[in-house]
């Protein structure tokens, strides 16, 4: 009898929480330019790439666009697909696709598994928080794959008993490990327990978990070699490569079927390894045409080879550390090597602040939802609803269905708040929190900030000043930086600035409005601001807005109504004052006259006197803005300067051109000043012709031409995104109106352009379009030439040219 192999690959996709926890967005990352942030620029690098990789010619042209998600066993970490869904919908919904496309594949078993929820060391936790984050897993993979899933993937693969019975209980019917968390196996019909530890396991089949309660659960044990390889030796260099090597794990003198599965970080395809999903595109395509061996998926795997064998694991134990779990909760050793000779000692006091933070509030927790009507930790499992649906009148229905009384709206926000803190208790033990080196990090300050908002909604809701204590605790984590010190100087540094209460997006809303128009009804991150009176006056550089607003979180539903004053006094010096106010009357129609009047006179520091008489009792300023407006209102201002600016440069460069030109021809250097002149205009001047909302090919092509002559260098962080998201309108176009003679002329135009810059253009996107283009227009059109449709001729060839020159070459 033939052997049977098979092969599955699983990437476990996650990224942690990274929105600011008052606000419900991600904010500005510089560290992440040219994007946004660290999700959306993994998005560009990794998740979309997933989904629509490349099979390549032999002449390197693209053959075919593939989502390997279909092909692939995977997990997605829940925040990350809520973030997906939100801001990156079209790699969402290919993630989904993906999941129904392999159900075809894999007899009926989907490729997809649930997560842990929010990505929380589950050995490290208590019972309750366990279950939860399970329960949770489970019901927003339901919500977004519309099925139950068959596995659960651990964070970190971290694992004890308790975990794995709260995961058999659940329904789940197996989990992925590292082969050093086997202790021992034996054959399912007796015999001796065989010593496995020390990675001595055969990974090639599925194993059998007895638990204490009499459940059970399977388990796979993945290689590590191949693994290892894939993660950090390289592998991905190579589709070809990676193909063998997945081949080579197989033991051709074994008779029995076998099965060669690795797991890996997901983002090793593509954002830890350029081009890495088009490696694993090429290795799948590969071992499925060739015939080499089945690619399958664990739950597919599952039911056609059911465990023969048993399995104890080495309890609290993971993938990513050598001492067990002691990562995320000691100074074990296990760092990201980037930083030798920092210590990691702020890991115990960090876990036991926020254990204490935990502890503290679960009775207040408990009494209080009681005391409303609600057993706590039941509501607790069921809210996941809520986070997935926070629509007004569902809210509503799922407090209705629990509560054991009519509720008021008040009781309601009470109940949501008390909700919203258990929430984020538990996204302050997003692992990631404690992977790193240093307790100042990106990651370590997110779980920091959601402890922070848990203990302002303890605040309000309790009244208990916990928070000294906590400071108290977390000046025991010392920082390896020294002007940072400690856990509770980074806390003040770091997380007090990111606090919102209802009085600062007020300020923010007032001073937004003095450089962009509101509608009557606006949304400012998690928030609504409906304006019941407004009132605004420009002179020359300096701006005065008033106005009354009512605010309500679309979170915990808390409103209040705001008055405001805010004055823009030039350049980057903007004051606003606010005051709450229950009614018209704080805002009377005489004081707004008044200054308005002073205002144009221009007396303003009388101004400021007057609104700080009547409105005083918030002052904010620029610094107060969230991150994003901030950046917007600084670029807004700082327009005219730097008009300004390129206005002299340009002088400088006209004046001086020929003499440039000149030194250029007789190999002398140009003068710092005057190079320095050149390169900032060329540069600028090209970012801005992309950027013109009447796009015009000609000037561009005037400058690239001036930039050749002069040898500037153009920068490729500065355009590279401008140009990109120039081509990515013009295709979009292109795609809503594909036979259009002018559109897919202008894309060709501009496509023609790009081998004049000294860098590499991002073409994926454009790319993705004109696949679709070609699977749906073009087999329509491409028949009509037989008619003698002369139009349909012509716009083939122009299509087909268009391909060779962005890397496709279709049939």
């Not at 794959?145 to 659960?152: A, D, H, K, T, V």
């Not at 081009?275 to 015939?291: H, T």
């Not at 700080?612 to 994003?628: A, I, P």
Request: overall charge negative.
């Amino acid at each position: 009898m033939d052997m049977e192999k098979f092969i599955c690959i699983h990437g476990h996709f996650y990224q942690p929480p990274r929105e600011n926890a008052w606000l419900e967005s991600v904010e500005l990352q510089d560290s992440a330019y040219p994007y946004h942030d660290w999700n959306e620029r993994i998005t560009a690098e990794c998740y979309n790439p997933m989904s629509t990789s490349r099979l390549l010619d032999e002449q390197g042209f693209i053959r075919e666009i593939v989502n390997n998600y279909e092909r692939i066993s995977f997990n997605f970490g829940p925040t990350l697909l809520a973030w997906l869904e939100r801001h990156a919908w079209d790699v969402y919904q290919g993630i989904l696709h993906a999941d129904k496309e392999s159900q075809k594949r894999f007899s009926g078993h989907g490729a997809a598994i649930a997560q842990a929820y929010s990505h929380m060391i589950m050995p490290l936790a208590n019972r309750r928080d366990k279950e939860t984050q399970v329960i949770w897993g489970i019901r927003d993979f339901e919500h977004r794959f519309q099925r139950l899933p068959e596995g659960m993937w651990l964070p970190e693969t971290a694992v004890d008993l308790e975990t794995l019975e709260i995961l058999a209980e659940h329904g789940i019917s197996f989990t992925i490990l590292s082969p050093r968390q086997a202790r021992r196996v034996r054959h399912l019909n007796g015999g001796e327990w065989q010593d496995v530890s020390g990675e001595q396991i055969d990974p090639s089949h599925a194993y059998l978990a007895r638990l204490p309660s009499g459940r059970s659960i399977a388990l796979f044990f993945y290689d590590d070699p191949i693994s290892r390889a894939v993660a950090f030796e390289g592998l991905l260099s190579n589709g070809e490569r990676f193909a063998h090597r997945l081949m080579d794990g197989f033991d051709d003198a074994r008779q029995e079927s076998q099965l060669v599965h690795i797991a890996t970080d997901g983002e090793s395809y593509g954002h830890h390894h350029p081009k890495g999903n088009m490696a694993l595109a090429f290795a799948l395509n590969e071992i499925e045409s060739r015939q080499l061996a089945r690619l399958t998926i664990y739950g597919e795997y599952l039911e056609m080879h059911p465990p023969q064998w048993e399995v104890e694991i080495i309890e609290n134990t993971s993938w990513s550390c050598a001492h067990g779990i002691d990562r995320w909760h000691k100074d074990c050793g296990c760092n990201s090597g980037a930083r030798p000779g920092w210590h990691q000692t702020w890991r115990t006091p960090l876990r036991e602040a926020f254990d204490w933070l935990r502890d503290s509030l679960a009775p207040a927790f408990e009494e209080k939802m009681r005391i409303i009507g609600f057993d706590p930790w039941i509501t607790r499992n069921t809210y996941i609803r809520v986070i997935l649906n926070r629509k007004s009148a569902d809210v509503d229905t799922f407090l209705e269905e629990r509560a054991r009384r009519t509720l008021s709206s008040e009781e309601k926000t009470h109940v949501i708040k008390l909700l919203e803190l258990q929430r984020h208790a538990l996204l302050m033990y997003t692992s990631c929190g404690w992977f790193f080196d240093e307790i100042s990090g990106l990651e370590t300050i997110q779980v920091i900030q959601f402890a922070g908002r848990t203990l302002h909604l303890a605040k309000d809701l309790f009244g208990e000043g916990l928070e000294y204590r906590f400071m108290q605790l977390l000046e025991k984590a010392p920082s390896n930086i020294r002007a940072l010190q400690n856990g509770r100087i980074i806390y003040e540094k770091f997380v007090r600035p990111a606090m919102v209460d209802l009085n600062t997006v007020g300020a923010h809303y007032a001073m937004r409005s003095l450089f962009e128009e509101y509608p009557n009804q606006a949304h400012v991150h998690c928030y609504t601001v409906e304006q019941h009176f407004f009132r605004s006056l420009s002179i020359g550089r300096s701006r005065l807005a008033m106005g009354r607003v009512s605010i309500t979180s679309t979170i915990t539903r808390e409103s209040a109504f705001q008055c405001f004053g805010a004055i823009h006094w030039g350049d980057h010096n903007i004051t606003c004052l606010i005051s709450p106010c229950d009614d018209a009357s704080a805002l009377p129609e005489t004081l707004v006259d008044e200054v308005f009047e002073i205002f144009c006179r221009a007396e303003f520091p009388s101004v400021l006197l007057l609104l700080e008489k009547n409105l005083g009792t918030f002052t904010y300023s620029l610094r107060h803005l969230f991150r994003d407006e901030q950046r917007r209102i600084l670029q807004i201002v700082l327009e005219t300067n730097l008009s300004n600016t390129e206005a002299v440069y340009r002088q400088i460069y006209d004046t001086n051109a020929p003499m440039l030109l000149f030194l250029k021809d007789i190999n002398v250097p140009a003068p710092r000043a005057l190079a320095a002149a050149s390169e900032y205009l060329l540069n600028a001047a090209i970012r801005r012709a992309f950027e013109n909302p009447v796009f015009d090919l000609n000037p561009i092509r005037e400058l690239l031409y001036a930039a050749a002559m002069h040898g500037v260098t153009l920068d490729p962080t500065f355009l590279e995104i401008a140009i990109r998201r120039r081509i990515e309108q013009i295709a979009t176009d292109f795609q809503q109106n594909p036979t259009e003679r002018e559109t897919i002329l202008l894309l060709d135009n501009i496509i023609g352009l790009l081998p004049d810059f000294p860098f590499e253009i991002n073409l994926r996107t454009v790319q993705n379009i004109y696949y679709h283009v070609y699977r749906t227009i073009f087999t329509r059109l491409k028949n009509k030439p037989r008619r003698k449709d002369k139009q349909a001729e012509e716009w083939i060839t122009m299509f087909r040219i268009l391909g060779e020159k962005i890397g496709l070459r279709i049939e």
